[in-house]
């Protein structure tokens, strides 16, 4: 029985449209935390420091991996990515749910050392489709768009180790599937406080 947040990954390839389902989930779900993970890669135009991402050198990087301070860690593509270890335990056992938007790397290493996190790997319609919306939204030159592409396969492969496959068919239905997803895990009785049923019979 645990009485703790829960811990949601979210993974899926570039381009797939999870920062619009990520973004209109905490619109539905406002009490939901997001986990800010640091990286080496260098911001985008519209990117602010601290708030999509803790931006830091590689010796910075390499030293924050030395101090354990990384939940998980991953290069994707030629970039270091990593989760913060001590932000993410501290929502968690303040009782908030908490979101990772890892990629599939991060996602196994979350499962092995935390298996009470849901895993769920959004994936495209169509290869065609994703090819589409990765070209479309202009933020990687054409060689880093070959190394993305070439990537997605080995992130497919690593679907049997989630939990749920949702396609992102339709922003709205997606968003829809989330939530009760992770309505039906907080449901678990695994995951229900304690004295709640206690609470119940003595009300
Ligand atoms: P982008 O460079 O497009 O922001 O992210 C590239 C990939 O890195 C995405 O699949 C994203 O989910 C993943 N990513 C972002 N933060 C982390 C992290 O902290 N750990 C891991 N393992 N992957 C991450």
Request: aromatic share 10%; net charge neutral; proline share 4%.
């Amino acid at each position: 029985m645990m009485s703790s947040g829960l811990l949601i990954v979210i993974s899926g390839p570039s381009g797939v449209g999870k920062n619009t389902v990520i973004n209109n989930l905490f619109n539905l779900r406002s009490q939901l935390k997001y986990s800010i993970s640091a990286t080496t890669r260098k911001p985008r135009p519209n990117e602010i420091d601290g708030q999509h991402y803790f931006f830091l050198t590689e010796t910075e990087f390499q030293n924050r991996i030395k101090n354990g301070d990384f939940l998980e860690w991953a290069k994707v593509y030629e970039y270091y990515y990593g989760t913060p270890r001590q932000y993410v335990q501290n929502l968690l056992q303040a009782g908030h749910d908490v979101v990772l938007d890892i990629d599939v790397q991060g996602g196994k290493q979350i499962k092995r050392s935390m298996p009470e996190a849901v895993l769920i790997f959004l994936a495209p319609p169509s290869m065609t489709e994703l090819k589409n919306r990765l070209r479309g939204r202009n933020t990687e030159s054409e060689t880093e768009l070959t190394k993305r592409i070439r990537y997605i396969e080995t992130e497919f492969e690593s679907i049997p180790f989630y939990d749920y496959l949702v396609i992102n068919r339709e922003i709205d239905l997606t968003c829809e599937l989330i939530e009760c997803i992770i309505q039906a895990e907080k449901s678990k009785v695994k995951r229900i406080e304690p004295n709640l049923v206690k609470k119940i019979l003595n009300s």
